[in-house]
């Protein structure tokens, strides 16, 4: 069972960054696929950005190319999401989540972190 844990959320103003992390326990994350989704109020929740389990492979929602880097660190078991340029868009709730076999299909992922908060203000 993996437990992920995500922090490195909160406010900030259009144009500013933050950098997200993903700590795992219970399991090795090179092991599994690894994706960022997002969420707010009243609407589904959406893939924004996944890697393979290889890492070889990257997929980017449009609204978030160029400006989101996903990274991992193998040593720390953590994976990132670096939110640059952010705009009032990008506000919602932030999952990290970890897939055994697919990092494009949204149902394949197994585990989930709680999420956190992520405010860009105007």
């Known amino acids: 069972q993996v437990h992920l844990v995500e922090s490195g959320g909160g406010a900030v103003q259009a144009g500013g960054s933050l950098r997200l992390s993903c700590a795992a326990s219970?399991?090795?994350?090179?092991?599994?696929?690894v994706g960022w989704f997002r969420q707010v109020p009243g609407k589904e929740r959406i893939l924004v950005v996944a890697?393979?389990?290889?890492?070889?492979?990257?997929y980017y929602i449009d609204s978030v190319k160029g400006r989101f880097t996903i990274s991992r660190d193998s040593a720390l078991n953590t994976v990132y999401l670096q939110m640059n340029s952010l705009n009032p868009e990008d506000t919602a709730i932030y999952y990290c989540a970890a897939s055994s076999t697919s990092f494009i299909v949204t149902t394949s992922y197994d585990y989930w972190g709680r999420g956190i908060q992520v405010t860009v203000s105007s």
């Open positions: 890697n393979s389990v290889s890492g070889d492979s990257t």
């Open positions: 219970g399991g090795t994350l090179s092991h599994y696929a």
